[in-house]
């Protein structure tokens, strides 16, 4: 089934693996993403200030391209999908703000366009006990801690997704590969996020605590869907040793790289070897 | 024809404002059968009572009509004032020319008047085909039902029987008590729950009026007030139960604590909620009164006490305020300092709401004299971490965050309606509101009825309370119980079905159709017949039966017709 697909900017520079991974993994599945022929960023944040409209113009911009295109977009990345999908609601539900967006951007879109992520789309269309069984490679034995962190499910009365407090769609999803999902404590807390960029120390207490959290639980991986929340819990890891005595390293994978990997994809350009923590031994071994 | 007298009130410029009130009296004047009619500012006054009530005696009336404000507002008071001067009271209607004339009419005065005289016109009409009736009087059965043995359901029992009337005590568990049978002391005092309640529970049980069922369910209620008839099933076996008046006390529950996934769920022994703790610090707990950690049996040195765990959260939990939390909780962190005096208690709240005689000092005397530590904010998240609960909070004081590595969470979760409430209240026939908690027939003045005559409420089973509220509340519908046992007999209005057996066919269709069970067919004549006390004048069985043998006194199918005729001669 075609599918418009908005990969996003960090999909295509420093996650490609994230993309390649998820766009092989879905087509293996008979999801075809295709690419939106026009596209910007859709800004990467929502803006806190309810009358910070103009920060709402990317996003709005990029589903009018879809609804010229489709009906309806896939995200990958946690934060685009959050930024679309919120945009989108705003767009449809308030009509004040949908005014001056469109007098600005000279154009009419009412939020008529339905956006997804890939998980939600696995777990709706396709089923997870149906994906088990499309499985070739289980990660049997595999401890993987499933790190949702904030903007994938958060708000929810316009995110929607999954509870934000026990949520359950990541673990579902691992549990479908065969990996063993433990149960942490962290998997809702935040990254630090883009504080990592001026107070990395901030980025680097609150990663450290959530990879603490795994490590504690008897995880072996931590799987994310945010390209920033892996760079925060991945890179960051490089300074936690010297912080943080006995810190264990511990991979951080994209869910995407896992499910390409159980589909008996070849998984050379999921970017598994640009991860500060290499996966690759890890893997291997189970 | 009836001498019908006409009264038309102006009700202030409520009526009078809108409808030409001397035009209307005026023309009601010359109406066919019309007697006599006069306008007044008031007619519910006095002066405007005496006025009926003078023109029946000295124009020697045998009907009356009040053009006045809806007869849900004074048609009691009407008939009472004919009655006072001799009339038959069912021959005295109110027509209403407010609410469904001057009111919706206030642009219109000239249409408004016309319409006012149509109006009266048919009730005129009504008045001349109204026979007069008799309220019919109901037996009253001398003993009451109460539905629960806690605090609430013992204070009614035994208050009722003290006057001398028989009570049947119905209990689902198998011992009296309830809920504070599960609690180790009372606030303020600290005494002990269960010599309070064994003091209670033998003077019930001791009591040869009161017959305590125990293990023990309605299974179905049916009649009416003075007259219900309660299927009873205790361990298997069913008994029919008459009874004049029943008393809900079925307490509460507490919030299911698997729904706060925030604080866990159910998943950490270390989290436990009010209950939970009372039960440790009962004397006959399951720890004989001690306090310790459910998951390995050490004797807490921290421990985290979450007031509104749930409540005053409409996202998480409910809306509304437990209301006993802030005491219960003072009284627990000051019990457990008792016990541990090294250790600390932490205290997270959003307001103190200490409302009550004694209860603003008692939770002071927890911070200053126990050293409670009080933090206003709420916790966000409960979770294990090295052995020990840790605590995310704020404290909204100081404006920082709090991060406690506990032994012991408690969690205050809210109070909710007992999960077998609302089939009760349906077998009841009595309302429930959003929560599913009983209502009131009147938050203000009527606390301790329902709206279904003859079915009182007590306790925590129509909102969260306290002991010393629900003993109170026991007490009050027990007042409720006595005073109507203590009248000689109560009526029920007249304006019943009734049947026509030259008519009847006997097909038993009005049978099926009645929602009361008030019909039956007779085993010998084979008609139906009515049993009056049970109808409610609903009029199913009028529109039901194929040969128009059914009628409701006074709006029989010519007196309809003669109103319709008004209307349309008008």
Redesign the interface.
């Known amino acids: 089934m075609r599918h418009l697909y908005f990969p996003g900017c960090t999909l295509s520079t420093k996650a490609k693996g994230f993309a390649a991974s998820g766009e092989a993994s879905a087509r293996a599945l008979g999801i075809d993403l295709v690419e939106l022929s026009q596209w910007n960023c859709c800004g990467a944040t929502f803006p806190l200030a309810m009358d910070n409209l103009l920060a709402l113009v990317a996003p709005t911009r990029i589903l009018l391209n879809a609804q010229k295109e489709g009906d309806h977009l896939v995200a990958l990345c946690s934060i685009c999908y959050h930024v679309l999908k919120r945009t989108n609601r705003l767009l449809r539900e308030e009509a004040d703000k949908r005014e001056k967006i469109n007098l600005f951007i000279e154009e009419e879109y009412r939020g008529e366009v339905r956006v997804f992520h890939l998980l939600g789309l696995l777990r709706d269309e396709i089923g997870f006990e149906t994906l088990s069984q499309r499985v070739q490679k289980r990660f049997q034995g595999l401890k993987v801690a499933p790190y949702y962190g904030c903007l994938l499910l958060r708000p929810f009365q316009e995110i929607g997704l999954d509870d934000p407090e026990e949520p359950r769609i990541l673990d579902d999803f691992l549990a479908s590969l065969g990996c063993e999902v433990v149960e942490f404590s962290h998997k809702t807390e935040c990254c630090g996020s883009y504080l990592t960029m001026n107070s990395s120390e901030v980025t680097r207490e609150l990663s450290h605590a959530i990879l603490r959290s795994a490590l504690a639980s008897g995880a072996q991986a931590v799987v994310t869907s945010c390209p920033l929340c892996q760079f925060n819990l991945d890179y960051r890891q490089g300074e936690m040793a010297a912080h943080y005595p006995g810190f264990a390293q511990i991979p951080v994978l994209y869910f995407t790289q896992l499910l390409g990997i159980a589909l008996g994809i070849e998984s050379d350009t999921f970017g598994l070897a640009d991860h500060h923590v290499d996966p690759r031994p890890l893997l291997r071994e189970v | 024809m009836r001498k019908v007298g006409v009264f038309v009130c102006h009700c202030g410029r409520n009526i009078a404002g809108t409808v030409d009130v001397e035009r209307v009296t005026e023309a009601l004047r010359s109406y066919p059968g019309v007697a006599y009619s006069i306008d007044y500012l008031y007619m519910c006054s006095d002066p405007g009572q005496d006025l009926i009530k003078e023109a029946i005696a000295k124009r020697d009336l045998d009907g009356v009509v009040v053009a006045a404000c809806s007869p849900a507002m004074h048609e009691i008071t009407f008939r009472r004032t004919v009655a006072a001067a001799g009339l038959n009271p069912y021959l005295c209607e109110v027509a209403n020319i407010r609410e469904q004339c001057s009111w919706v009419h206030r642009d219109d005065m000239e249409r408004a008047t016309l319409k006012a005289i149509q109006i009266i016109g048919t009730i005129v009409e009504k008045v001349h085909h109204d026979e007069p009736l008799v309220p019919l009087a109901v037996p009253i059965a001398r003993r009451a039902l109460i539905i629960g043995g806690g605090i609430a359901g013992l204070q009614a029992a035994s208050d009722i029987a003290a006057a001398g009337y028989a009570v049947i005590l119905v209990e689902r568990e198998e011992r009296l008590g309830g809920r504070m049978a599960q609690l180790s002391g009372t606030y303020l005092n600290f005494d002990s729950t269960a010599d309070l309640l064994s003091e209670k529970v033998e003077v019930v049980t001791r009591n040869p009026h009161i017959t305590v069922l125990t293990r023990a369910q309605v299974e179905a209620v049916g009649g009416y007030l003075g007259d219900f008839k309660v299927k009873v099933r205790q361990q298997g076996n069913d008994k029919e139960y008459e009874v004049g008046a029943i008393v809900v006390a079925t307490g509460y529950d507490l919030y299911p604590k698997e729904r706060l ?2 604080y866990g ?1 159910e ?1 950490y022994p270390d989290v436990i909620d009010g209950l939970e703790f009372e039960r440790m610090l009962s004397p006959t707990g399951p720890t004989a009164g001690e306090v310790r950690c459910p998951s390995d049996g050490r004797v807490p040195q921290e421990v985290v006490f979450v007031q509104c765990a749930g409540s005053r959260d409409p996202e ?1 939990g409910v809306s509304y305020c437990s209301k006993i939390c802030c005491m219960y909780t003072a009284k627990q962190a000051m019990m457990y300092k008792m016990q541990v005096p090294q250790g600390q208690a932490y205290i997270f709240y959003i307001d103190i709401r200490a409302l009550g005689k004694g209860y603003e000092e008692f939770t002071q005397r927890a911070m200053e004299e126990h050293r409670v530590l009080y933090l206003r904010g709420k916790v966000s ?1 409960v ?4 052995g020990k609960m ?1 605590v995310w909070g704020a404290d909204t004081l100081s404006g920082k965050r709090v991060e406690v590595a506990a032994d012991l969470v408690v969690l205050a979760t809210p109070m909710v309606p007992n999960a077998d409430a609302f089939g009760l209240a349906q077998k009841l026939r009595v309302a429930t509101d959003e929560y599913g908690f009983f209502s009131e027939a009147h938050p203000k003045l009527r606390p301790v009825e329902s709206l279904t005559a003859g079915v009182y409420l007590a306790g925590a089973c129509q909102a969260p309370k306290d002991i010393p509220e629900a003993v109170t509340q026991g007490g009050a519908a027990a007042a409720k119980v006595l005073s109507l046992f203590s009248q000689e007999k109560i009526t029920h209005d007249p304006i019943v079905a009734a049947v026509d057996s030259e008519l009847c066919a006997g097909c038993g269709i009005c049978v099926e159709v009645c929602p009361y069970e008030a019909r039956e067919i007779h085993p010998l004549t084979k008609v139906a017949v009515v049993k009056e006390v049970l109808c409610q004048g609903c009029g199913a069985c009028l529109v039901a039966c194929p040969n128009k043998a059914s009628h409701l006194r006074n709006f029989a199918p010519a007196q309809i017709m003669a109103m319709i005729e008004a209307l349309e001669g008008g």
Do not use: A, L, V, Y
């Open positions: 996934s925030e769920g998943r998480r998240k979770f294990p971490q090295d840790m």
